[in-house]
């Protein structure tokens, strides 16, 4: 009897002690989910500042690549040669503006509207041979005012159309004005708030990474330390072999485009450079705007700017990227695009432009796990 009772007692405490795990794990389930789901709606709401912070990172982490650098030519301390850095890049950035900044501004008004008239041009060419060109129209169709079923007299349409006219009038630059300081002033926030968290992670890296690391679990922390510190080379990596990618797309466009014989070949230059920061996508609307531009110069010149781009594509694509940035990224390019398309339909220009660093830091991650996987099965073979 007594052995019944204990067995009895064992099965009893065993299944309370299922029951109890199961319900934890529920518990942690559950809780797990509605973590997962809360982070997900903190990212969705709050994307336009996340993205915001991780610019001025990037900025932060191609400050510390160049300090980096001078530090293995020059044996100066950190804040020093940071100073340095952000001295000679403030006065190149300077002499940019000093020195070319009436020509970027008249280029760029020129091109401006040779491109808006190209785009009649193109529209009435489309039109022509019976392609629908709707989407060119910018709201003109609810221009027009509904039509009144009284007819007032010639004093009172005069006096009324006179006054809807300036209130329209007025109202429109008044919200025109008011849209631009707001876009004027939102640019130069961002603008300071990246250029400040770029200085401040440049300035103390090694702060950051340490309180970074503080916030993963003690057991896990040196997992972190290894990832976190990957991820630092590879961005390092990427963004020095990216602005060396940057300055010969500019530099090959301008002077190639100004051998042809387009107008604002400088400016054009400087929008493919910046482009050429965006993978794919930037490279095909850096084209596009060089072709929308080259056909106010005639076919010909047209021709010749899109085998300019070509070629200049072809470069970027087959010399520069496996020359300069085979030490960085291996990323296959049919799931960078993907990535950079889901991104930017999600989260707009903030998702195109960050894509590839962010999908530089996921691979980073998914090849350190595959070689943890990897690394017990490699020992006991």
Partial sequence: MDCKGNNLADTTSDRLRAR????????????GAIAFAALLLFT???????????AGMLLGVGLSAMTTMLGQAAKLPHALRLTIVCLVLAALLSGVVFLGGA???????????????????VKAFLDRNGIDTSYFELGNSNAAPAASTET?????????????AFASSGGAIVSQTLKLLLGTLSAVGNFFIVLFLGLAFAAQPGVYRKGLLYMAPARHRARATVIVDRIGETLQ??????????????VV????????????SFILGIQAGLLAFIPTVGALVAGLIVVLASLASGWVAAASAFALFLGIHALESYVL?????????????ATL???????????????????????AIVKVMIDYFKAEDLAPGAANA
């Fill in 20 to 31: 109890n795990d199961l319900a934890w794990a529920i518990s942690v389930g559950g809780i």
């Fill in 44 to 54: 969705w709401t709050f994307a336009a500042t996340l993205f915001l912070i991780f």
């Fill in 103 to 121: 020509t970027i501004a008249q280029q760029a008004k020129v091109l401006s509207d040779t491109i808006k008239s190209q785009l009649v041009v």
């Fill in 152 to 164: 007032p007299g010639p004093a009172a349409t005069h006096n009324l159309s006179g006054a809807s």
């Fill in 237 to 250: 990596r990427w963004l020095i072999a990216q602005i060396a990618t940057m300055f010969a797309v500019f």
């Fill in 253 to 264: 466009t301008w002077i190639g485009l100004a051998l042809i014989g387009i107008q604002s």
């Fill in 321 to 333: 990227t496996p020359i300069i940035q085979r030490q960085a990224l291996d990323i296959p390019p």
């Fill in 337 to 359: 695009f993907a990535f950079q398309i889901l991104l930017g339909v999600v989260f707009g220009i903030w998702g195109l432009a960050l894509a590839l660093p962010l999908m």
